[in-house]
């Protein structure tokens, strides 16, 4: 035996083991794993400006920079459901809704009124959606995803109701609209006020996220509803803050919409959920619930928002960027739920 251990190399008292994986590719591998989505968007610039020149000038930059501003608003309250172990499809539903009335409100009430109840009318739709799940006992994501959807067609159908069936315009006013215009083409400085309002809606959420008892509490419900329970969280809140904000900050979204393409429509909503989840999921909150940034739902709509950018600016049609981001969505929750296994 031992001249056959000493033929084959090793030592007679110790079993052959497999080579472990050595420090630099655990380094890579590590690396690729937590910043994918920056990897993701370095390629697809550096592949679009080399295909296409014009995806670098100035104007394409700040178009790009406007166009991030209601998505990520979206995106943002949207982490927050899915953290807490929900999703909310109502998003399309409540930026029609919000979008027609606040837009009817310029002209016979002004301008602040109108933002005001606007947003008020937002956090009244989430909190609706709070009160359903919680009065039916809907606690799984399945559960919560056919209600909200169903909500989704009702803010449709008032919005359909409340407008006609017409597209409202800006240049239909008389009133002045001067808020609404600096919110949708303004400029504070390099920046457009859009995305300054992004950034300070960025800051409050962290904080709220990662230094309040409330936001920990949120990533408790999601992780473990029956542990999060015993240790004494009140579930019912976490979900109420979580719906209302949603809410809220879809709003915020539905507003910086409509001021920036300065019309309003009881469609304008169309998608948004889709890619709000696609943007939630692609920057690493896992559809399970518990764990999630703000942060990294930031990189998720700067990759969904340039792919649209670089697929129009190539002439890709509408239907198969659709198609593109459906296949993307599919990929982030196939390879979230391998992570997770």
């Known amino acids: 035996m031992a001249e056959m251990n000493s ?13 472990a994986p050595k420090p630099g590719l655990k380094m890579v591998a590590t690396f690729l794993k937590e910043y994918l989505v920056l990897i993701m968007i370095a390629l697809l610039v550096a592949i679009t400006a080399a295909v296409e020149p014009k995806f670098m000038d100035p104007a394409n930059l700040i178009n790009i920079e406007r166009q991030l501003g ?3 608003m979206v995106s943002l309250g949207m982490t927050f459901v899915i953290i807490g172990g929900f999703i909310d499809l109502s998003v399309a539903g409540t930026i029609n809704l919000v979008a027609v009335v606040t837009i009817s409100l310029i002209q016979p009430l002004g301008q602040g009124p109108a933002l005001l109840l606007g947003l008020a009318l937002g956090v009244v739709c989430g909190a609706l959606n709070a009160v359903l ?10 559960e919560a995803l056919f209600l909200t959807f ?8 008032i919005a359909l109701l409340y407008s006609h069936g017409s597209t409202m315009h800006f240049w239909d006013m008389s009133a002045s609209k001067t808020m609404f215009e600096t919110i949708g083409s303004g400029n504070l400085g390099p920046f457009s006020v859009s995305f300054v309002i992004f950034l300070v809606c960025l800051a409050l959420l962290w904080v709220f996220q990662e230094k309040t008892v409330e936001g920990r509490f949120i990533r408790l419900t999601g992780g473990n509803k029956t ?12 979900i109420a803050i979580i719906y209302t904000l949603c809410g809220f900050m879809t ?4 507003i910086v919409l409509f001021s920036r393409i300065t019309t309003a429509a009881p469609t304008i909503g169309l998608g948004f ?12 909150t896992t559809l399970l619930g518990g764990k999630g940034s703000v942060l990294r739902t930031v990189m998720g709509v700067l990759l969904v928002t340039l792919m649209s950018n670089c697929l129009d600016l190539i002439n890709v049609s509408t239907y198969l960027q659709v198609a593109v981001k459906g296949a993307i969505l599919v990929l982030a929750i196939w390879l979230d739920n391998r992570k997770q296994a």
């Open 7 to 19: 033929v084959l190399g090793a030592p007679a008292s110790k079993a052959i083991k497999p080579d």
């Open 70 to 72: 209601p998505l990520m």
């Open 133 to 142: 799940i919680l009065t039916s006992g809907a606690v799984t994501q399945a």
């Open 150 to 157: 169903g909500m989704s067609t009702v803010y449709s159908a």
């Open 227 to 238: 542990a999060a329970r015993l240790a004494g969280v009140n579930i019912a809140r976490s």
């Open 251 to 254: 709003a915020v979204g539905a």
């Open 273 to 284: 959920e889709t890619n709000a989840i696609l943007a939630v999921v692609v920057g690493g």
